[in-house]
């Protein structure tokens, strides 16, 4: 059963992960930062903004405190949506998973 889980969250995370990350993009990229060398997934994995390079800058103050926090949450919500989905998943099936896997 514990491969069952695992395969069933690699499955949502990944799910979750992308849509995560174009609300990321949609939400925080043009209002909290400008990143002119990352595209929309990889827009989600740090460092959001590239000291150094030009036109890259948070936009508001203490910029880089709030960003960091909001994609906490993100990431947090991703992990444990997924987590939480596979469980509900492995649960409600368990008879269903347990004949057709075994």
Same mark, same amino acid.
């Given at each position: ?16 992960f ?8 949609w939400?925080m990229a043009g209002t ?5 060398h990352k595209?929309?997934? *990889?827009?989600f994995f740090?460092?959001?903004v590239?000291l150094?390079?030009?036109? +890259?800058?948070y @936009? $508001?103050p203490q ?13 947090s919500?991703?992990? *444990? ?8 998943l492995?649960?409600?099936y +368990?008879?269903? @998973? $347990?004949?057709?896997w075994m």
């Amino acid at each position: 059963m514990n491969k069952t889980f695992l395969l069933i969250y690699a499955v949502l995370f990944t799910v979750l992960f992308l849509f995560c990350a174009m609300i990321w993009h949609w939400q925080m990229a043009g209002t909290y930062f400008i990143c002119q060398h990352k595209g929309i997934i *990889l827009d989600f994995f740090p460092p959001f903004v590239h000291l150094g390079s030009t036109g +890259d800058i948070y @936009l $508001k103050p203490q910029g880089a405190v709030v960003v960091y926090t909001i994609w906490s949450v993100y990431v947090s919500v991703v992990v *444990l949506l997924a987590a939480f989905g596979a469980w509900l998943l492995v649960r409600l099936y +368990d008879r269903a @998973l $347990k004949k057709s896997w075994m």
